[in-house]
Antibody, heavy 125, light 106 residues
Framework: EVQLVESGGTLVQPGGSLRLSCAAS????????MNWVRQAPGKGLEWISY????????YYADSVKGRFTISRDNARNSLYLQMNNLRGDDTAVYYC??????????????????WGQGTLVTVSS | DIQLTQSPSFLSASVGDRVTIACRAS??????LAWYQQEPGKAPKLLIY???TLQSGVPSRFSGSGSGTEFTLTISSLQPEDFATYYC?????????FGQGTKVEI
């Protein structure tokens, strides 16, 4: 069974730092691309970062670029999000999500097929 | 960045109703679109990818259609467990944007 378990969320002061982890099991982690998605209280989903299976290709949303760093350790089946200079609008549940690739009509299509349960980050003084 | 606009934002319906949710992209994305369902307090669940392909294990009352800039998610006969919030997401380019969500309530 595919499992993604996030951890590391807590209350942190504005300007502070935090590192989130996502432990993967039940699948071959090192062949899957991964993402972080967040959801502020009562709000919608916001994609924030992507990392390729080998960790070479990385993308960020503008809202976190320069402050957040995504990384992975394939030997430990783990995904990470280092968050620095945190702000109040970073308060959210943070999810890790696996990318699935399927060929439809001869074309590869991706989607986020497995999600963790989320970890809550609260930025407040 | 590609913007996704869902309509309506809220939808009141009854068990057995046919429900349609629209998702419009700010530029053409072919069929690089997915739909997710999110129940309160839970993680999103993939329903449809490639605009119209049903994810394994998802009931056949869910269907998706569209290409380019106009997409729809249809629930043919609403069941009690379908009362949730639905999101579209484009996977044509980065950033991987989501629609603002459509809450389906009684």
């Amino acid at each position: 069974e595919v499992q993604l378990v996030e951890s590391g969320g807590t209350l942190v002061q504005p300007g502070g730092s935090l590192r989130l982890s996502c432990a993967a099991s039940g699948f071959t982690f090192d062949i899957y691309e991964m993402n972080w998605v967040r959801q502020a209280p009562g709000k919608g989903l916001e994609w924030i970062s992507y990392i390729s299976s080998d960790g070479v290709t990385i993308y960020y949303a503008d809202s976190v670029k320069g402050r957040f760093t995504i990384s992975r350790d394939n030997a430990r089946n783990s995904l990470y999000l280092q968050m620095n200079n945190l702000r109040g609008d970073d308060t959210a549940v943070y999810y890790c999500a696996r990318v699935a690739v399927a060929v439809v009509g001869g074309i590869g299509h991706t989607s986020f097929d497995s999600w963790g349960q989320g970890t809550l980050v609260t930025v407040s003084s | 960045d590609i913007q996704l606009t869902q309509s309506p934002s809220f939808l009141s319906a009854s068990v057995g109703d046919r429900v349609t949710i629209a998702c419009r992209a700010s530029q053409g994305i072919s069929t690089y679109l997915a739909w997710y369902q999110q129940e309160p307090g839970k993680a999103p669940k993939l329903l449809i990818y490639a605009a119209s392909t049903l994810q394994s294990g998802v009931p056949s009352r869910f269907s998706g259609s569209g290409s380019g800039t106009e997409f729809t998610l249809t629930i043919s006969s609403l069941q009690p467990e379908d009362f949730a919030t639905y999101y579209c997401q484009q996977l044509s380019s980065f950033p991987r944007t989501f629609g603002q969500g459509t809450k389906v309530e009684i």
